[in-house]
């Protein structure tokens, strides 16, 4: 597999593309929705700025404890289940009066959660492509994460100005549905790719296992240090 159009033609991968999509662009409307509402009710730029990164960190958390769920749970149903949960979560923030503990309690769950969904996610589009097709089909996502980012900030300050930003949190809650329908519908039933319980223990010893290869460190660095 050489192609972006072969590539496109694999079964299931675009349903897995506009899921992944469709929640980066959610997530990004949503925290330049969120950041906005919260500068306006507290005036504080700290406050504002964590309610639109803080789901990042939140996230690093949920990576350090969460992450050997990823391999224990149905991918359909996890993918579809954690999108519903972020449009839930989501509409809530928009409630006009909801306290601003409430709002960053809100944060930090769906935060932890997306780490979850990332590890179900590549987890899943190893399975879709064969090894030769991975790498192009993961490069093809990290471009989408990018472009989402991009099309979101710039989209989400028109609706934010047009709508309000309770209106755009509103429209971010309908791009989690959107993707939550794609991958229900376009995804196909399978089993765990691992069974037992998903504990702390668990992903602290596969960290430690992963972190134990130099070649590995050496491309999470790549990874990370350019996105930093």
């Known amino acids: 597999m050489r192609t972006y159009r072969e590539l496109f033609r694999t079964p299931e991968f675009a349903p897995l593309f506009l899921a992944s999509a469709g929640n980066v662009a959610a997530q990004t409307v949503s925290g330049l929705a969120l950041g906005t509402l919260?500068?306006?009710?507290?005036?504080?730029?700290l406050l504002s700025s964590l309610a639109m990164f803080g789901p990042a960190l939140a996230q690093l958390a949920g990576a350090l404890a969460l992450l050997s769920a990823a391999d224990r749970l149905p991918p359909r149903a996890a993918l579809t289940g954690l999108s519903l949960l972020f449009a839930a979560g989501t509409a809530v923030q928009a409630v006009p009066g909801l306290p601003v503990w409430g709002?960053?309690?809100?944060?930090?769950?769906?935060?932890?959660?997306s780490a979850v969904g990332g590890g179900v996610r590549y987890g899943l589009l190893n399975e879709i492509l064969d090894r030769e097709g991975y790498?192009?089909?993961?490069?093809v996502l990290n471009m989408s994460v990018g472009?989402?980012?991009?099309?979101?900030?710039a989209a989400g300050g028109v609706m934010v100005a047009a709508l309000s930003p309770r209106g755009t949190l509103l429209a971010g809650a309908a791009l989690y549905l959107a993707a939550a329908a794609a991958g229900r519908f376009g995804l196909s039933a399978r089993r765990p790719r691992a069974a037992g319980r998903a504990t702390a223990g668990e992903t602290w010893r596969n960290n430690v296992r992963l972190f134990s290869s130099p070649r590995r460190r050496a491309v999470y660095l790549a990874l990370w240090v350019p996105t930093g």
């Open 147 to 153: 472009l989402m980012q991009i099309a979101g900030f």
């Open 135 to 139: 790498v192009l089909g993961r490069s």
């Open 38 to 45: 919260v500068y306006a009710r507290t005036g504080s730029p």
């Open 103 to 113: 709002v960053f309690a809100i944060v930090l769950v769906l935060g932890a959660a």
